[in-house]
Structure formats: C-alpha cells, structure tokens
C-alpha cells in the first residue's frame, strides 16, 4: 500500500488541486501547475479529481509501488516505462506487485503527471496534500528513498485506450485579457504585449514563469499598495519584466497587474520551458 | 483602505447570507478587494448595486487580541533615530495604538496591520534581512505586523512575541484575519 521513490529527479511534488478558499489569510492556491493534466491522469487510472499525485519537472522521476497499482502518466510527453518495458502515455497501466514506473526526461514541456490509484496518501494541511513552494505548506519536494502510502484502489480504471491530448505548442499563444492596472502599462509597452515573442527565464518556478526581452516599458514610477493576486496574473515590477503568476503564486502584490491570462491558457504557461518563447493575445474579459 | 476593509466586511456578510454565488475567494488589499468567481462562466455579481449601500465604518468592531510583545528587537535604536524618539517612546506609542488587520499576504497568517501613528511610519530597511525569526514585530511605511515563521524580511524589527501567529493544524489556523482588532502588551 505504499509508494517509494527510486529517484526524485531534479524536483517531484505531490499535488493536488490545491488550496482555494484560503487567500484572504495569505495562503497560495497551489496544486498541480497544469492541472488538466492531473486531472486527467486520475480519471485514467479511476481516481477522483481530488486525488493526489505527482508532478515532474524536465527530467521525470522512477517509482516503484508495493503492491500492483494502475498508474498513468499525463502532461508533459515523455517516455515512460514499467518494468524496464516501454509504456504509453495518457493510458492506464497496470504495474505489479514491486514494479516500477519511470517518467523520462520531456521531450516538450515541461511537467509531467502520475495519477497512481487510490492517490497518494500523505496528510492534508488546510484540505490539501499538494507542495506549496512560495510558503512551505505540504510536503516537502520528494527525495530519494521516500515511501508514501497510497489510499485504496478504486474500481477498474477508465475504459480508454488513449486519451486524445493535443500536442504541446512550440511557442503557445495566450489569451490576455486587460488587468486592473492595465493603464500602467505605456502604449509601446501594450503594442508589445500584441506582437512580440517574450523568453522564458531560467529563474521560473512554480510560483510565477518570468519573462525577459522585451521589456515592458510603465508609463508610472510610483509606488502601488499592494492588491491582490489571482492565478495567471501578469504582474509587471519596476524593472519591466513581467511575471506571469502560476499556482504558488504569492496572494497580494506590490507591482501593478497589467493583465490577466486566460484561465484555460494557465496550463499552456505552466508547460513552458525556460528559453522557450511564447506570445499573448489581448482579448476582452469574458 | 477603510473602505476596502468596509467593502471587505459586508461582501463576507453577503457570501453568508448566500447573496454572492460562484464566488470562491475574497482576498482584501490595500485598496483593493479581490472578488473570484470559480469559472469564467460564472455571472459576475452586481456588486456596485450589492455595495452601493456601503458607508465606510458599517463593519462590526471585533474584539482585539492582545499580543505580548518583548520590545528588544534590533531595529528599535534605529527606528528611534528615524522618528526623533527615544526608544522608551517609540515602545510606549507602538503598544497604545490600537490596530486592525487591513490584509494579510506575504505569507500565511502575515497580517498587514494599519493604525500605526504616522510618527512611527518609516521606511523598510534598504536591504532586507535573509532571516527574520519567527514572531518577530515589525514596522514599515504605514504599517506593523509579526512574521508568522522564519523568513526573509525587510520591516523594521522592534521586538518580539511567543504567540503562534499561524498553525496549520488550529482551527482557525491564524491568529490574525482581515478585520481582528489587535493590541499589542509589553511584555
């Protein structure tokens, strides 16, 4: 009844679908970065959308369960293997009694998902299991030798044989709707926001994907109080890079928020690779 | 900021009274309160016509917590200079104003407090401390507040309290919400 990781790659959390509810006491929504891809990978293997599991990042990570589990491996693609036999993506599998599962290096994007059935297992803090990296709530990022227990099997998994994902985009194109400090943003700063392709920093996390080139020129120096946050805020610091806030991201801010990313565009941001590109599109709020 | 405090106060009272539906997360700021709806298809509430009744002050005053604080903090001989006061005074006005949560943030159970005397308003310090320790007080520009846990910081540190500012595991997991009234005791 228990899962032990034989290799945590360079950072695996468990997640969830977070901690909404709680902002007002300064506490970050978290769960998974992209949660469609966790969501999916629970129904896969016959979980409740509540259900627990891991994120990858880049690299993947190699697990390997107690006793015979169906597993499902979403997000980011990868090659994935059971048992040392090459496996499919957004498909149940079933791993034995003391098999493994590894999640290999993406080969686009940037998180991977594991829904394992019955979830993983470990103690909630406020209703949830997931990591939180901006205030340390959850668990600690996954290490070498941790066992996490795993609640009981559900019924039998999804009756599918692939789950029909569209590919991760190249160079996504986000919905941006104007922010309530859009007018902080000069004009040249919003016809940028229209046009150019803005990098991925390597300084990106859960927290927020920082932008670099172009800058964003303000059109206002002073000080803001701070306000609040929502998830896929575009926040712009003095300096004019941009910080497109993901599920870590801090509930309050002292930097105007000139935009706002389209909820089913979150997703998108939280696969993307430092160094890759993407480009917005400034629509009209819904 | 009284009126996002007041704005704040009455939309909790409408999301009791089930007159805001759809509505996941109301988050006070400075100035600002953050009104989430659960899904872009979700009606926006006609919260100009909800609010338009609102008059700055309708909030119901809360009881205050007391908190216990140790005046010794590191920044105290500073903050003196900076006001022009001696330390005695700087301690004596900080503990007789009475305060209330504007809004929280920075980190959990992290209250912005406001009602800190405009003599005692200072700049943060130019850089920030790697590590400020759990319960610490601090001042900064127009407000006062105690770091829940051990964190980088930057406010102003005037001493120090053994209360929990935050736990997980309690029910209410923060000593200080938006709205608490807090007085703070020498200790």
Known sequence: ?286 | MAEARAAYAELVRLRAAGRLPGVVELVPAARTVLVELGTVSDPLPDLAALLAELAPGAEQPRPAVQIPVRYDGPDLAEVAALTGLDTGEVVRRHAAAAYTVAFCGFAPGFGYLTGLPAELQVPRRPSPRTAVPAGSVGVAGEFTGVYPRRSPGGWQLLGRTDAVLWDADRDPPALLAPGTGVRFVPA
């Open chain 1, 1 to 286: 009844m228990s899962l032990t990781v034989l290799w945590a790659g360079p950072l695996t959390t468990v997640q969830d679908l977070g901690r909404p509810g709680w902002a007002h006491l300064g506490v970050p929504r978290s769960g998974a970065a992209d949660a469609p891809s966790l969501r999916l990978a629970n129904r896969l293997v016959g979980n409740p959308d509540t259900a627990a599991g891991c994120e990858t990042t880049l690299l993947g990570c190699t697990l390997r369960l107690a006793d015979a589990r169906w597993v499902a491996v979403t997000g980011a693609p990868a090659p994935v293997s059971v048992g040392g036999a090459a496996a499919a993506a957004g498909t149940p599998l079933r791993v034995p009694a003391g098999g493994t599962l590894t999640v290999g290096a993406a080969t686009g994007g940037l998180r991977s998902y594991v829904a394992v059935g019955g979830g993983i297992d470990v103690p909630r803090t406020l209703g949830s299991r997931a990591t939180d990296r901006l205030s340390g709530l959850g668990p600690a990022p996954l290490a070498d030798g941790d066992v996490l227990q795993l609640g009981p099997p559900p019924g039998p998994p999804a009756p599918v044989d692939l789950a029909p994902v569209p590919a991760l985009p190249a160079e996504p194109v986000l919905r941006l709707a104007p922010g309530p400090r859009a007018d902080w943003l000069a004009g040249r700063g919003h016809e940028l926001l229209r046009t150019a392709a803005f990098t991925v920093s390597p300084d990106s996390d859960r927290i927020g994907l920082r932008l670099q080139d172009p800058v964003l020129p303000r059109c206002r120096d002073d000080e803001l109080p701070s306000e609040p946050i929502v998830l896929g805020a575009l926040q712009l610091p003095a300096d004019g890079r941009p910080v497109l806030f993901l599920a870590d991201h801090p509930t309050t801010g002292g930097y105007p928020v000139v935009g706002v990313v389209h909820p089913a565009d979150v997703p998108l941001a939280a696969q993307a690779r430092p160094g890759s590109r993407l480009r917005f599109r400034p629509v009209r709020p819904s």
